[in-house]
């Protein structure tokens, strides 16, 4: 396996963006991981020397790519992949698996995608903020989880400016455009009663356009974005305050307590007050 050092986080519930895992590994030579699927999404950067990943693209079929220093490879969500250390110049590579509402959306703004899953970039200085960033989480994980946070939102826009694509359209600016204005819509009104037509009214689209352009660009619906922002704003509740599983539920635009003991049920397989005593 070679030398290897990696930190494994607890799920903090951070809806935007979290990290499970990160690590650095040296690798022996012809040293492999896979064939794996992963439920969130895994970056390696390499630092030195040269592998291979074999990764499945959008219609399943296994492609092949050679990655050397410099440059790194995305692993998708779902996505079938093995990668292996050269024989003669294995690989040294960092390590970051993250996942959130807003990973689909950023990414979008790149040329990753399950067919085009190797990092390059023309941008040396943003390349080099975003090692940083990533040796630094490595490296502290004993600290806070704000702390650590704070510096993975660093990492995560050097790394999405740096592999930026320049062939955005006014169309894809357009809808971005879109779904912010939804995502700000329902961060400050979704302890109200608020519906979907509601939200693309705001937008001035129509509802169907921005289930479409929501689903492609976040990787949900509306309705499941909303429902799951509130449960994890129900989470922070039940964790930093005392009140009533009913109070919680109407906190978060819930009237009908049952109702939001089954909407919590569906997303986290328990009930509010067994969280809660968890």
Not at 43 to 58: E, I, K
Request: with cysteine; hydrophobic share 35%.
């Amino acid at each position: 396996m070679g030398n290897v050092f990696f930190n494994i986080f607890p799920n903090e519930n951070f809806i935007d963006l979290g990290m499970f895992q990160c690590g650095r590994e040296a690798c022996t030579p012809c040293h492999s991981f896979g064939p794996v699927t992963r439920n969130h999404y895994l970056f390696h950067y390499v630092l030195s020397g040269t592998g291979t990943l074999m990764a499945d693209d959008a219609k399943g079929i296994t492609q092949t790519y050679s990655v050397k220093s410099g440059q790194g490879f995305l692993i998708f969500p779902g996505q079938i992949t093995t990668y292996y250390a050269d024989q003669h110049s294995p690989w040294e590579y960092l390590w970051i698996e993250f996942d959130g509402l807003r990973v689909k959306e950023a990414l979008s703004l790149t040329d990753f995608s399950t067919d085009h899953p190797v990092y390059r970039t023309h941008s040396k200085d943003l390349r080099e903020q975003m090692i940083k960033e990533l040796e630094y989480i490595i490296a502290h994980p004993k600290e806070s989880s704000f702390h650590l946070l704070g510096h993975l939102y660093l990492f995560f826009d050097y790394f999405v400016q740096s592999a930026k694509s320049t062939r955005l359209t006014q169309s894809s600016k357009m809808s971005d455009y879109y779904i912010q204005e939804a995502i700000h819509y329902i961060e400050q009104n979704f302890q109200n009663n608020i519906s979907i037509e509601e939200i693309a009214e705001v937008c001035g689209i129509n509802r169907s356009y921005l289930g479409k352009i929501f689903r492609n660009s976040v990787g949900r619906s509306p309705q499941e974005f909303l429902m799951n922002y509130r449960m994890v704003k129900a989470t922070e509740l039940l964790k930093l305050t005392t009140l009533s599983i009913a109070d919680i539920g109407n906190a978060v635009g819930y009237s009908n307590p049952l109702h939001f003991s089954r909407a919590f049920k569906n997303v986290y397989g328990i009930s509010p007050r067994e969280w809660r005593n968890g």
